[in-house]
């Protein structure tokens, strides 16, 4: 059974300083592998989908990266902001016919100003 | 992008009686949908997988004639938490897909359920 874990479960940096979150999988047959954000009391906002053929993919201050033969996956934010205080969950497409996603708990992460 | 709802966003109700959450693809069908629960503090829990038509498959430990679910359209799964007790008390997130293995899927608000 696929396991997803993620380090650290909690981080906080000052504002401007970039975040480094890791999440690592025990089984790299995967379709995907997503990295979502959950605010407080919230549902999931997507942040990133990365295809199993891809090594990374990026969208403006974030970077994903993806090393299936390692199983592991990190997310990288630049320069930090308060604004980016959340949880942030990563989850692998497992490779079962219904596309079920196997969550990591999470690494809660506060910027302060 | 694809949108999915939730009705309600949160609800409260008495020990022993019945709540039904509603999830829709709002501008997409939705092949599969997924049910999740979360406890505070806590990672999203898989309870089920719904398919159009067909019966859910349940999680291991995920009590089937407690939380009985529904998936009557392309765009509307219900989950419903029969006789429900204070360990209920959850946030239910549902998800869904266009397809099965592979394809994204598009997450819910949450419904907040707290049995009093």
């Known amino acids: 059974k696929q396991e997803v874990t993620q380090i650290p479960a909690a981080l906080s940096v000052p504002e401007g300083e970039n975040l480094v979150l890791n999440c690592s999988f025990t089984?790299?047959?995967?379709?995907?592998l997503q990295w979502f954000r959950q605010d407080p009391g919230k549902g999931l906002t997507s942040l990133l989908l990365?295809?199993?053929?891809?090594r990374e993919q990026t969208s403006g201050r974030l970077n994903a990266s993806l090393d299936k033969s390692s199983g592991r996956s990190t997310l990288y934010i630049a320069a930090s902001q308060p604004g980016d205080s959340a949880t942030y969950l990563c989850a692998a497409h497992t490779t079962d016919s219904w596309g079920k996603l196997q969550f990591g708990a999470g690494t809660q992460v506060v910027v302060t100003p | 992008g694809a949108v999915v709802s939730q009705h309600p966003s949160w609800v409260i109700c008495k020990s022993g009686t019945s709540v039904k959450i509603e999830c829709r693809s709002l501008?997409?069908?939705?092949?599969?949908m997924f049910w999740y629960r979360q406890f505070p503090k806590q990672s999203l829990m898989l309870m089920a997988t719904?398919?159009?038509?067909?019966?859910?498959?349940?999680e291991q430990g995920v009590e089937k004639d407690k939380f009985l679910i529904n998936h009557a359209s392309l765009t509307l799964s219900t989950l419903t938490v029969t006789s429900a007790h204070p360990e209920d008390s959850s946030f239910y997130i549902c998800?869904?897909?266009?397809?099965?293995?592979?394809?994204?899927?598009?997450f819910g608000p949450g419904t907040r359920l707290t049995v009093t």
């Open positions: 501008d997409f069908q939705a092949t599969t």
């Open positions: 998800s869904a897909g266009e397809g099965g293995g592979g394809y994204e899927q598009y």
């Open positions: 719904s398919n159009e038509g067909s019966k859910a498959t349940y």
């Open positions: 089984d790299s047959a995967i379709y995907n």
């Open positions: 990365i295809q199993s053929s891809q």
